[in-house]
């Protein structure tokens, strides 16, 4: 069993940056993906980035240049850095894990959730 819990979430202006953390525990052998997803009010959830075992990363079009996914092996965590933050990054964001080594963009692919964490972005 894995188990993802997320931090970082806020109440934030636009132009901010935050960042957000997964600490990822349980058993999380190789080969893993760990992507990070969002869902505003009323909306399906998003893909924003992924990240796989072996530092392969990817990004929806709407993260990429503002949003940088990372992994401290040491701390098992999983960050999402944003920066330029808009009204429209406004969602609860996931953490997901994936027992494979091919990064999807398909939240149904993904066997494994956190139970997300809120960032609000105001104008």
């Known amino acids: 069993q894995v188990q993802l819990v997320e931090s970082g979430g806020d109440l934030v202006q636009a132009g901010d940056s935050l960042r957000l953390s997964c600490a990822v525990s349980?058993?999380?052998?190789?080969?893993?993906?760990t992507a990070w997803f969002r869902q505003a009010p009323g909306k399906e959830r998003d893909f924003v980035a992924a990240?796989?075992?072996?530092?392969?990363?990817n990004y929806a079009d709407s993260a990429k240049g503002r949003f940088t996914i990372s992994r401290d092996n040491a701390k098992n965590t999983i960050a999402l850095q944003m920066n330029s933050l808009k009204p429209e990054d406004t969602a609860v964001y996931y953490c997901a894990l994936r027992r494979s080594s091919g990064i999807t963009d398909n939240h149904q692919l993904y066997d494994y959730w956190g139970q997300g964490t809120r960032l609000t972005v105001s104008s």
């Open positions: 990240i796989n075992w072996g530092g392969t990363t």
């Open positions: 349980g058993r999380t052998f190789r080969p893993w993906v």
